[in-house]
């Protein structure tokens, strides 16, 4: 595939060329030499004779690497630092692929919100994080779909990252035409929530 140039926000060009790469998350990352020197220290003071085992673990774990597939199209956890003081974990898509070198950026797009928020991120960036269901397995994408009163969905708790089944209560629609949804927590209390805000997926999704 022919790579197509795409103008940065600064005075450099991207080159975009790939539809997906495969990369170590930081949450893969694994042990620096210095703290695998460390590490050796304790084993020797604990393991003594029976060291060699301990060793081949170690290093074992440290060249297996943990690599994942990355992909356009694909949903990613994304921490949002647009607002200094209110940061939080959005459900976003990977739009395109690019590299500028050997730097690989992902393009992304907040879900439910305009492209004025698309950014450029790199995939080792700690503000990714792969979405995982209660099986631990990596969820890429789900059907979209429109929420009907009486609904139970998957609910994304921007603050902890974590998925809930809550129940629609109320859909309305806002002056931009986007979904206002009201869902019950746990003790069938109510709360409001802006689509601006608010990631779902279909329940059973994730939880």
């Not at 990352?29 to 304790?42: D, G, R, Y």
């Not at 393991?47 to 301990?54: A, F, G, K, V």
């Not at 397995?137 to 009163?149: L, S």
């Amino acid at each position: 595939m022919l790579a197509v140039k795409v103008p940065l926000q600064t005075d450099k060009w991207l080159e975009a060329a790939v539809k997906e790469v495969w990369v170590m998350p930081v949450c893969y990352h694994q042990p620096s030499i210095e703290e695998l020197s460390s590490l050796l220290k304790v084993l020797m003071q604990v393991c003594q004779d029976s060291l060699i085992p301990d060793i081949i673990k170690v290093v074992h774990s440290y060249l297996i690497a943990h690599v994942e597939r990355f992909h356009v199209g694909m949903l990613i956890d994304l921490l949002d630092k647009r607002s200094t003081n209110n940061f939080r974990w959005r459900v976003a898509r990977i739009k395109r692929i690019g590299s500028i070198g050997e730097k690989v950026l992902f393009y992304t797009q907040y879900i439910g919100w305009n492209s004025d928020s698309n950014e450029w991120v790199t995939p080792t960036s700690d503000r990714i994080q792969l979405l995982h269901n209660k099986r631990k397995e990596i969820v890429r994408d789900w059907e979209p779909f429109r929420p009907r009163i009486g609904d139970w969905i998957d609910w994304h708790n921007p603050i902890t990252r974590e998925w809930y089944q809550r129940q629609v209560q109320c859909v309305l629609n806002t002056y931009r035409g986007m979904p206002y949804i009201r869902l019950t927590n746990l003790a069938n209390a109510y709360r409001d929530f802006e689509c601006d805000c608010l990631d779902f997926a279909p329940c059973g999704t994730f939880t």
